[in-house]
């Protein structure tokens, strides 16, 4: 059985849960997905409120993302999930700050045009929003499409990233 430590911290998107176990950041949770259900979610695992440098290091980088003096995320992941999803998460890495693509080019890019529809799941399932950008990949019409933290923060995202 794994241990995982977590701890909360605002944001301009809200209060944010981080969770982390011996091998990385396991987890970037929105208040709006329900924080409790999001603990419950990480079963076979012993969970405890605390700190961690894992955490601390993720709260610090994430507090200078949205300074704007952090661009990219430099910390420890522990990635679970089948190789598709693990796939289109490297694939989420690489569009660059303030960049966008489309769920189409995300599909073509990890060489499966026609898996439109896997890369949006794998989008709506991602465990680490923010670090791994889900939030730069939009419609083919140009529209938002859905999000973890909701319309209003991918909007607040895209426009903080355009900002800086």
Same mark, same amino acid.
């Given at each position: 059985?794994?241990?995982?430590?977590?701890?909360?911290?605002?944001?301009?998107?809200?209060?944010?849960?981080?969770?982390?176990?011996?091998?990385?950041?396991?987890?970037?949770?929105?208040?709006?997905?329900?924080?409790?259900?999001?603990?419950?979610?990480?079963?076979?695992?012993?969970? *405890?409120?605390?700190?961690?440098? =894992?955490? +601390?290091?993720?709260?610090?980088?994430? $507090?200078?993302?949205?300074? /704007? #003096?952090?661009?990219?995320?430099?910390?420890?992941?522990?990635?679970?999930?089948?190789?598709?999803?693990?796939?289109?998460?490297?694939?989420?890495?690489?569009?660059?700050?303030?960049? *966008?693509?489309?769920?189409?080019? =995300?599909? +073509?890019?990890?060489?499966?045009?026609? $898996?439109?529809?896997?890369? /949006? #799941?794998?989008?709506?399932?991602?465990?680490?929003?923010?670090?791994?950008?889900?939030?730069?990949?939009?419609?083919?019409?140009?529209?938002?499409?859905?999000?973890?933290?909701?319309?209003?923060?991918?909007?607040?995202?895209?426009?903080?990233?355009?900002?800086?």
């Amino acid at each position: 059985m794994s241990a995982v430590i977590y701890r909360t911290v605002d944001s301009p998107v809200g209060p944010l849960l981080l969770a982390s176990s011996s091998d990385g950041l396991v987890r970037i949770a929105f208040a709006c997905e329900g924080f409790d259900a999001v603990l419950h979610s990480l079963t076979g695992q012993s969970i *405890t409120e605390g700190t961690s440098p =894992v955490l +601390e290091d993720a709260a610090t980088q994430l $507090a200078e993302y949205f300074a /704007g #003096t952090r661009r990219d995320f430099d910390l420890p992941l522990s990635l679970a999930g089948h190789s598709f999803r693990r796939t289109v998460q490297r694939a989420l890495r690489d569009i660059p700050y303030g960049g *966008t693509r489309t769920y189409k080019e =995300v599909a +073509e890019a990890v060489g499966n045009p026609r $898996a439109v529809r896997a890369v /949006g #799941t794998a989008c709506a399932t991602n465990p680490l929003p923010l670090v791994i950008p889900c939030h730069r990949v939009l419609r083919s019409d140009g529209g938002t499409g859905g999000y973890l933290g909701g319309a209003d923060a991918k909007n607040l995202l895209l426009k903080l990233e355009r900002q800086f």
